[in-house]
């Protein structure tokens, strides 16, 4: 089976964003400009939905577009789903 597709938009990402969904234990190729990173998915995760890139811990800022856009409620491990169940914002809306 051809490994599942993920784009990371910026090099500072810790998260990449499916092209295709993916089930648990599927091969997933987050590229980046001439960069690849290859890891398994550990569980489902829907198109459109982000992938940890890296291991997390608990309270770390999360990064996507090259800004950070929340912090992980957990340990987040690299291949894991990132979504409102581990990831909380923290920006003041105006």
């Known amino acids: 089976m051809p490994p599942i597709r993920a784009l990371v938009i910026h090099p500072d990402d810790d998260v990449a964003v499916l092209v295709e ?3 648990a234990g599927d091969t997933v ?3 980046c400009g001439a960069s ?3 890891l398994t998915a550990r569980q489902a995760i829907p198109t459109g939905h982000k992938v940890a890139l ?3 811990a608990a309270g770390s800022p999360l990064r996507k577009y090259g800004e950070k856009i929340g912090l992980a409620l957990q340990d987040i491990r690299a291949g894991e789903h990132v979504h ?3 990831l909380a914002g923290d920006r003041v809306k105006v």
């Open 21 to 23: 969904a993916a089930s």
């Open 29 to 31: 190729e987050a590229q």
């Open 36 to 38: 690849t990173v290859t």
């Open 54 to 56: 890296r291991d997390l």
């Open 84 to 86: 409102l169940h581990n």
